[in-house]
């Protein structure tokens, strides 16, 4: 695969000189984080409230001390904890990581969530979904400050079943990026109609010396090489 | 078709992972997209502004309702630039009959009103379907995945809510002193003809803005569906691959 093609992974280098690819998150699924997250705050002081109503004036006080604690420190809490992220983003599977995909440290959470102040400008975060939209890492101002990214969690691969067909040497060497093409067309191979899984191995059909025919048999062979690739043998 | 000519990498996604696709798509084509879409409507806010003088709500109303109509010169632009290919102005006004005036009544109606338009108009603009046989196709790309389509609609109808009251909030900030309205004037039922006028023009200001990004994402959304029903993806590869 050109690496030139648009994508939306940041790449990013650890420090042992790993490069990686960090699938940044944009303004969808953030959008409906910050709204989870909202409501959540918002039950919250809702039975606060219910609870200091009848304690008079030093209800009203301890009120204020919690809803500014919630408003600065809840989603500080929760991106230090070991999921890295709130309730609302584990729910919408992104989380908070360092630019270099590193754990968020305690110094960039602070800062982003102070920054809030800035992306919450002019009104209803204006500034920050501009920013979401504009970016090519969809950062809002208090990630650029923080250097922080909001990426989505990887997700464990769903299992697959693959039909059992006898293996098959290629006729050639596949470059990598052919036999995970080849592999991907047999995990999938349940889950596409019979005429366009034909289809799509006849255009692979080369990999088992059928070039230029296509057909349920063809379809048998290009799976017989995936299987090889896979290391299984006869 | 060739799929192999499409610019972006398809590998399969999370229906909110292939919205921020399109995003991104629609940054990197940004100049095509916008030129061809606002030389359209640009004409046609200044038409909707105009209307504030029959009635001051009227000019949101027309704007909102002429949204469906004014994406298909959108998708038209971003479908060439999924393929590499630039849009001008000129390329919009050649194809005017398949952009502007197939399927009219529909956009102002029916689809006005669908809550997954973004996902399903790539199929009814762009793969030249008619009657029952498109209907089905419609029903099996939106099987499963009407609720990726709303969510969707509903995080850019959000974000076109802040960035309305951002542009109100700024307007109010930096008033002339004297001038300064309270919330009263803006939102109450008599008096301050003038900011309902902003309001109206806010509102113009952030639908340009947004719209592109919006069907973008849907775009976004209907690729992501061809991998998954289609594994356009595996295709990419194999026909990159092809010895010729």
């Known amino acids: ?25 944009g303004v969808s699924s953030r959008v409906f984080a910050y709204l989870l997250d909202f409501l959540i705050r918002m039950g919250v002081l809702y039975v606060a409230a219910l609870i200091t109503a009848v304690m008079g004036g030093l209800g009203t006080a301890l009120m204020l001390i919690l809803w ?33 995909g590193l754990p968020i440290t305690p110094a960039a ?13 002019p009104a209803l975060y204006g500034f920050g979904l501009l920013s979401m939209l504009l970016r090519r890492d969809f950062k809002r101002l208090g990630d650029v400050a923080a250097n922080t990214l909001v990426v989505y969690q990887p997700k464990a691969a769903p299992k697959v079943t693959m039909e059992d067909v006898a293996p098959l040497a290629p006729v050639r060497p596949l470059p990598q990026a052919e036999q995970v ?19 799509l191995a006849g255009l692979a059909a080369w990999v088992s010396g059928d070039d230029g025919r296509s057909g349920p048999a063809v379809t048998r062979r290009v799976l017989g090489v995936a299987q090889w690739l896979l290391g299984k043998r006869a | 078709m060739r799929v192999d000519a499409l610019a972006v990498r ?10 921020d696709l399109g995003v991104r798509l629609c940054q990197h084509v940004a100049r095509s997209v916008y030129a061809s879409y606002l030389a359209v409507a640009l004409p046609v806010f200044v038409l909707c502004l105009a209307t504030f003088e029959v009635a001051s709500w009227l000019p949101t109303f027309a704007m909102w309702m002429a949204k469906p109509w004014l994406d298909r010169t959108i998708l038209f632009a971003l ?71 709303i969510l969707v ?26 001038m300064r309205p309270s919330l009263d004037v803006i939102f109450g039922a008599e008096g301050g003809g003038e900011w309902r006028f902003v309001m109206a023009l806010a509102y113009a200001m952030t639908v340009a803005l947004v719209e592109p990004f919006y069907v973008a994402a849907g775009f976004g959304l209907y690729l992501n569906r061809r991998v998954e029903l289609e594994a356009w993806d595996i295709e990419q590869e194999f026909r990159r691959a092809q010895p010729e």
Not at chain 1, 1 to 24: C, F, N, R, W, Y
Not at chain 2, 156 to 178: D, T
Request: with cysteine; hydrophobic share 45%.
């Open chain 1, 1 to 25: 695969m050109s690496q030139d093609a648009l994508d939306t992974v940041v790449h990013a280098e650890t420090p042992e000189g790993i490069a990686i690819e960090l699938k940044a998150a």
């Open chain 2, 79 to 149: 479908s060439r630039a999924a393929f590499g290919q630039s849009t001008t102005v000129a390329d919009v006004w050649n194809a005017q009959r398949e952009v502007w005036w197939s399927q009219l009544i529909r956009s102002w109606t029916q689809r006005r009103l669908s809550p997954w338009r973004c996902l399903t108009a790539p199929v009814y603009q762009l793969e030249g379907l008619r009657g029952e046989p498109q209907r089905r196709r419609v029903q099996q790309v939106r099987s499963g995945k009407t609720g990726a389509g």
């Open chain 1, 109 to 121: 959470s602070i800062t982003r969530n102070l920054l809030r102040t800035a992306d919450l400008l």
């Open chain 1, 68 to 100: 500014f604690a919630l408003e600065w420190f809840y989603p500080v809490a929760f991106e230090l904890s070991r999921w890295g992220a709130t309730p609302g983003k584990r729910t919408l599977g992104i989380k908070v990581v360092m630019d270099n």
């Open chain 1, 181 to 199: 093409a080849v592999i991907a067309l047999a995990a999938r191979a349940s889950r596409l109609t019979a005429s366009r899984l034909d289809e």
């Open chain 2, 10 to 19: 398809l590998r399969p996604r999370s229906y909110v992972e292939a919205a």
């Open chain 2, 153 to 178: 609609t509903s995080a850019f109808g959000l974000v076109e809510l802040a960035l309305v009251f951002s542009l109100l909030a700024l307007c109010v900030w930096f008033a002339p002193e004297g």
